[in-house]
């Protein structure tokens, strides 16, 4: 087919009119119901045409890439060396007409238009391999690791658009939402640490299983809004031993995974569950798990509780000594990209201040400011919205100010300071 211009290369047709060998160009529905993670793509796959008959009402093809309907086909195929057939009798109807149109420019969608649409999909894999758990089912982790492979990429690019659209949803898919972004933690965390694409992978699918042994735990424990009994609570705790008992009977699992659905509750200090293993008998990817899982947990929002902020989350954790692997921690917060409240920042105006409130996102809150470090001298202090003056790093309050600085932290947060006055540039860092 010759190509004669965009106007009759492109055609819009009806989702039921899709055939296999078309060229899909565009898919006309709204993102969160569209079912493929692909822009465009040759509809090769009988699976993927019955979705498009199911559940898309419209879809723009390539003629350029593939072929057209079969009307269109049957007329291009006459051979002109032959008579012309006799014309059609006039009662006979005619083919509806099918109208080529120019597409209209659409913006492309925003990356957390995108990653709601992969976190959509990953958790609509979760809920199905636990649901065949509850039930269960011989259960299938082959299922879960081509979502594995697309979140480790969207996480790649832009891991906080991820994280940010698990807490838009439901609180009562908390079970599967949870363990989607408990996965895409570890993945960035393990990233972060240097680890090798294979072992992120591990730990994408180690947090995307680490609760499956709740599906074992009745649900009206598991979603219980309120207080747990005591004997409620040994339910719940019992849900690591349960879930490593189930994925021992898959061949070929990784080890560490196994080992993080069994640990992740385990605590530095030796009080965790269900073995009370201490410090270094804590494995490194059970000891990342444990900080992963705890920040999901205490930032969801829940039937009983409200979500702490990002900033309340970490600041808590980090008062929560001989929880987590210190070290582990720390490299948890700069993953993320988030200070908590009260920690000691160095601003791009070379100022030194405290993180005392939420900004216009997690990664740009509000900060006091307090010490110029070029001139090594108190200032008064100022509320700075670090959307204009950026955080550069975290600081030690302790090589700055010595044995002083909880008792200096402690004045400088309890007071009440005025809001800086607004900057048309960024002030230039002095050096």
Same mark, same amino acid.
């Given at each position: 087919m010759?190509?004669d211009?965009?106007?009759? !290369?492109?055609?819009?047709?009806?989702?039921?009119?899709?055939?296999?060998?078309?060229?899909?160009?565009?898919? #006309?529905?709204?993102?969160?119901?569209?079912?493929?993670? +692909?822009?465009?793509?040759?509809l090769?796959?009988?699976?993927?045409?019955?979705?498009?008959?199911?559940?898309?009402?419209?879809?723009?093809?390539d003629?350029?890439?593939?072929?057209?309907? %079969?009307?269109?086909?049957?007329?291009?195929?006459?051979d002109?060396?032959?008579?012309?057939?006799?014309?059609?009798?006039?009662?006979a109807?005619?083919?509806?007409?099918v109208? &080529?149109?120019?597409? !209209?420019?659409?913006?492309?969608?925003?990356?957390?238009? @995108?990653?709601?649409?992969?976190?959509? @999909?990953?958790?609509? $894999?979760?809920?199905?391999?636990?649901?065949?758990? /509850?039930?269960?089912?011989a259960? !299938?982790?082959?299922?879960?690791?081509p979502?594995?492979?697309?979140?480790?990429?969207?996480?790649?690019?832009?891991?906080?658009?991820?994280?940010?659209?698990?807490?838009? %949803?439901?609180?009562?898919?908390?079970?599967?939402?949870?363990?989607v972004? *408990?996965g895409?933690?570890?993945?960035?965390?393990?990233? #972060?640490?240097?680890?090798?694409?294979d072992?992120?992978?591990?730990?994408?699918?180690?947090?995307?299983? #680490?609760?499956?042994?709740?599906?074992?735990?009745?649900?009206?424990?598991?979603?219980?809004?309120?207080?747990?009994?005591?004997?409620?609570?040994?339910?719940?705790?019992?849900?690591?031993?349960?879930?490593?008992?189930?994925?021992?009977?898959?061949?070929?699992?990784?080890? +560490?995974?196994?080992? *993080?659905?069994?640990?992740?509750?385990?605590?530095?200090? =030796?009080?965790?569950?269900?073995?009370?293993?201490?410090?270094?008998?804590?494995?490194?990817?059970?000891?990342?798990?444990? *900080?992963?899982?705890?920040?999901?947990?205490?930032?969801?929002?829940?039937?009983?509780?409200?979500?702490?902020?990002?900033?309340?989350?970490?600041?808590?954790?980090?008062?929560?000594?001989?929880?987590?692997?210190?070290?582990?921690? @720390?490299?948890?917060?700069?993953?993320?990209?988030?200070?908590?409240?009260?920690?000691?920042?160095?601003? #791009?105006?070379?100022?030194?201040?405290?993180?005392? !409130?939420?900004?216009?996102?997690?990664?740009?809150?509000?900060? +006091?400011?307090?010490?110029?470090?070029?001139?090594?001298?108190?200032?008064?202090?100022?509320?700075? &919205?670090?959307?204009?003056?950026?955080?550069? /790093?975290?600081e030690? =309050?302790?090589?700055?100010?010595?044995?002083?600085?909880?008792?200096?932290?402690?004045?400088?947060?309890?007071?009440?300071?005025?809001?800086? &006055?607004? @900057?048309?540039?960024?002030? /230039? $860092?002095?050096?």
């Amino acid at each position: 087919m010759s190509d004669d211009g965009d106007t009759n !290369r492109y055609i819009r047709i009806r989702g039921d009119q899709a055939e296999l060998g078309m060229f899909v160009h565009a898919v #006309h529905c709204s993102w969160i119901h569209n079912p493929f993670w +692909r822009r465009s793509f040759l509809l090769i796959s009988p699976q993927d045409q019955a979705l498009i008959h199911e559940s898309v009402p419209q879809i723009t093809i390539d003629l350029a890439k593939g072929r057209g309907l %079969k009307v269109m086909a049957m007329a291009d195929s006459r051979d002109h060396d032959d008579p012309a057939p006799p014309p059609e009798p006039p009662a006979a109807a005619a083919p509806e007409p099918v109208v &080529a149109i120019r597409p !209209r420019r659409r913006k492309p969608p925003t990356e957390l238009e @995108r990653a709601a649409a992969t976190a959509e @999909r990953a958790i609509a $894999a979760v809920t199905r391999l636990f649901a065949e758990a /509850r039930l269960g089912r011989a259960i !299938r982790t082959a299922d879960l690791l081509p979502m594995v492979e697309e979140i480790a990429h969207a996480t790649s690019h832009n891991g906080a658009a991820l994280i940010a659209v698990t807490r838009l %949803k439901d609180k009562d898919q908390y079970t599967y939402i949870h363990s989607v972004a *408990v996965g895409t933690l570890m993945m960035g965390l393990a990233r #972060h640490l240097g680890m090798d694409d294979d072992d992120v992978r591990v730990a994408g699918l180690a947090g995307m299983l #680490h609760d499956i042994g709740k599906m074992q735990v009745p649900a009206e424990i598991v979603d219980k809004p309120g207080r747990l009994t005591g004997e409620e609570l040994a339910q719940i705790r019992l849900h690591p031993g349960l879930g490593h008992r189930m994925l021992l009977d898959l061949e070929d699992l990784d080890p +560490r995974i196994l080992d *993080v659905c069994l640990h992740h509750h385990e605590k530095m200090d =030796g009080t965790g569950y269900p073995d009370g293993l201490k410090g270094k008998e804590i494995s490194r990817f059970a000891r990342l798990a444990a *900080v992963c899982d705890v920040y999901d947990a205490v930032t969801s929002i829940r039937s009983y509780k409200r979500a702490w902020s990002p900033h309340e989350a970490l600041a808590q954790m980090l008062e929560w000594e001989g929880h987590f692997d210190p070290a582990m921690l @720390r490299a948890f917060i700069a993953c993320l990209g988030i200070q908590p409240f009260g920690a000691l920042v160095r601003l #791009h105006s070379n100022r030194l201040g405290i993180v005392v !409130r939420e900004g216009e996102s997690p990664t740009t809150p509000i900060v +006091r400011s307090f010490f110029d470090v070029p001139d090594q001298q108190t200032l008064p202090v100022e509320d700075v &919205a670090t959307s204009g003056d950026p955080i550069i /790093r975290a600081e030690r =309050g302790e090589y700055w100010f010595g044995e002083g600085w909880p008792t200096l932290q402690a004045e400088i947060m309890a007071q009440v300071a005025v809001p800086e &006055a607004p @900057r048309h540039h960024l002030p /230039r $860092a002095r050096m």
